[in-house]
């Protein structure tokens, strides 16, 4: 009989950014209160975007992100690691460290997440047995039921109409007019007024609207010596313990740091064929024009980099509220440039909808050219708040200083 070891309440919060929903979904754990915009803010990943000449899906995830873990610890966690990949000759041993710490740090009830549970993601790992890990993230969330798709028009406003509470009631999920309605990982997410569990609503390609349920435990488990083996060959799994919280100027000061150093083009972060910053734009723009761009990763790379601008924008002003004083006005400044680079990048991911890509996304010249159009508007608008960041990072030096 198999037994398993599980932290039941450890769930993958619904973000693009999976690294940062396996983390978020830690942190709750932990009961340490932060925002997904803090958060994402906080680790430079809201100013992120790295590109390849053909913007595949894999941009998202492959560049170094040891300092993105390095600058959680501002947000009151510690993340540790071990990571190896399958061509190294020490690789099965750092598998077996990875599931011992795993299940030292599971037993001591501290969360803990991994690369490649599933699919090429982070995922949050709640559990195991004697074989593997228990997971929690994409693809882990079932489907319930089908609502009618003339409510999609209440989601998008993220309102709860009495139809709308009466159609969910039907399949036993309550929620009121109050209920607040988020568009996250291309969902509608919201939250059981009874059970506190999250739900979630996807409009399939062919318009129909899908209610699935939290991102629960998996159901089967990732045997622990098939971590890492795979076709991209990387392994990599972490846990996360409470930390000190910093003060709030040096985490936006060393955010805004990390930030400009990658977007200048020349860090130890960004792997070969890869631009970030202004730059990645670039890149993304000549694959538009020359027709070359991968349909799936367009449609990714939308989505992905459109909710890091999203998050910039209310780290900044969440920034502003938290410092407010003489920098209020360049908070200001930069949360707005952000919106309008969010806008732009949500007009492509719009055009090219993930959950709805089709194979013929790269050749369809209409919907390429209105995209291209918003790509050049973003990174225009990428540049000035490049600009606005690199002010308000000189500013609060001074502060610091004073």
Same mark, same amino acid.
């Given at each position: 009989?198999?037994?398993?070891?599980?932290?039941?309440?450890?769930?993958?919060?619904?973000? +693009?950014?999976?690294?940062?929903?396996?983390?978020?979904?830690?942190?709750?754990?932990?009961?340490?209160?932060?925002?997904?915009?803090?958060?994402?803010?906080?680790?430079?990943?809201?100013?992120?975007?790295?590109?390849?000449?053909?913007?595949?899906?894999?941009?998202?995830?492959?560049?170094?992100?040891?300092?993105?873990?390095?600058?959680?610890?501002?947000?009151?966690?510690?993340?540790?690691?071990?990571?190896?990949?399958?061509?190294?000759?020490?690789?099965?041993?750092?598998?077996?460290?990875? +599931?011992?710490?795993?299940?030292?740090?599971?037993?001591?009830?501290?969360?803990?997440?991994?690369?490649?549970?599933?699919?090429?993601?982070?995922?949050?790992?709640?559990?195991?047995?004697?074989?593997?890990?228990?997971?929690?993230?994409?693809?882990?969330?079932?489907?319930?039921?089908?609502?009618?798709?003339?409510?999609?028009?209440?989601?998008?406003?993220?309102?709860?109409?009495?139809?709308?509470?009466?159609?969910?009631?039907?399949?036993?999920?309550?929620?009121?007019?109050?209920?607040?309605?988020?568009?996250?990982?291309?969902?509608?997410?919201?939250?059981?007024?009874?059970?506190?569990?999250?739900?979630?609503?996807?409009?399939?390609?062919?318009?129909?609207?899908?209610?699935?349920?939290?991102?629960?435990?998996?159901?089967?488990?990732?045997?622990?010596?098939?971590?890492?083996?795979?076709?991209?060959?990387?392994?990599?799994?972490?846990?996360?313990?409470?930390?000190?919280?910093?003060?709030?100027?040096?985490?936006?000061?060393?955010?805004?740091?990390?930030?400009?150093?990658?977007?200048?083009?020349?860090?130890?972060?960004?792997?070969?064929?890869?631009?970030?910053?202004?730059?990645?734009?670039?890149?993304?723009?000549?694959?538009?024009?020359?027709?070359?761009?991968?349909?799936?990763?367009?449609?990714?790379?939308?989505?992905? +980099?459109?909710?890091?601008?999203?998050?910039?924008?209310?780290?900044?002003?969440?920034?502003?509220?938290?410092?407010?004083?003489?920098?209020?006005?360049?908070?200001?400044?930069?949360?707005?440039?952000?919106?309008?680079?969010?806008?732009?990048?949500?007009?492509?991911?719009?055009?090219?909808?993930?959950?709805?890509?089709?194979?013929?996304?790269?050749?369809?010249?209409?919907?390429?050219?209105?995209?291209?159009?918003?790509?050049?508007?973003?990174?225009?608008?990428?540049?000035?708040?490049?600009?606005?960041?690199?002010?308000?990072?000189?500013?609060?030096?001074?502060?610091?200083?004073?």
């Amino acid at each position: 009989m198999t037994t398993a070891t599980v932290l039941e309440r450890l769930h993958w919060k619904p973000m +693009w950014v999976s690294h940062l929903g396996s983390v978020k979904g830690c942190l709750d754990y932990l009961n340490i209160p932060v925002s997904e915009a803090w958060l994402m803010g906080a680790t430079g990943h809201a100013f992120l975007i790295n590109v390849d000449s053909r913007v595949t899906a894999v941009g998202p995830t492959a560049w170094n992100t040891e300092m993105l873990m390095n600058l959680a610890s501002n947000v009151g966690c510690v993340i540790h690691a071990v990571h190896g990949w399958k061509s190294e000759p020490d690789f099965q041993a750092k598998q077996k460290l990875a +599931w011992d710490n795993t299940k030292r740090a599971i037993d001591q009830g501290l969360p803990c997440y991994g690369w490649e549970l599933g699919m090429l993601e982070y995922y949050a790992v709640c559990g195991y047995n004697e074989h593997g890990y228990y997971y929690s993230g994409i693809g882990t969330a079932d489907f319930r039921a089908e609502i009618d798709s003339r409510f999609k028009a209440d989601l998008t406003q993220g309102s709860i109409s009495g139809d709308l509470q009466a159609e969910l009631k039907q399949i036993g999920i309550a929620v009121s007019p109050q209920t607040d309605v988020r568009q996250r990982f291309g969902c509608f997410v919201f939250t059981d007024d009874k059970t506190g569990k999250l739900h979630s609503v996807l409009e399939a390609a062919d318009g129909r609207l899908l209610v699935h349920d939290d991102y629960d435990r998996s159901g089967g488990y990732k045997p622990w010596r098939e971590l890492g083996v795979s076709r991209v060959g990387f392994m990599e799994m972490c846990w996360v313990e409470p930390g000190y919280t910093s003060g709030d100027v040096e985490t936006v000061k060393e955010a805004l740091e990390f930030a400009l150093d990658i977007a200048g083009g020349k860090s130890q972060w960004i792997f070969p064929g890869f631009k970030p910053g202004p730059d990645g734009f670039d890149h993304w723009i000549l694959a538009v024009e020359s027709r070359t761009a991968d349909a799936f990763g367009l449609a990714y790379n939308a989505a992905v +980099w459109g909710e890091c601008r999203y998050f910039a924008a209310r780290f900044l002003q969440e920034a502003k509220e938290r410092l407010s004083g003489p920098l209020n006005g360049l908070f200001d400044e930069g949360a707005d440039l952000y919106a309008h680079v969010h806008h732009h990048l949500q007009c492509v991911a719009e055009l090219f909808p993930f959950h709805q890509r089709q194979a013929n996304h790269g050749k369809d010249n209409e919907r390429l050219e209105k995209a291209l159009r918003h790509l050049q508007e973003a990174r225009h608008y990428e540049v000035r708040a490049l600009g606005a960041l690199r002010t308000i990072y000189r500013k609060l030096d001074e502060v610091i200083s004073v």
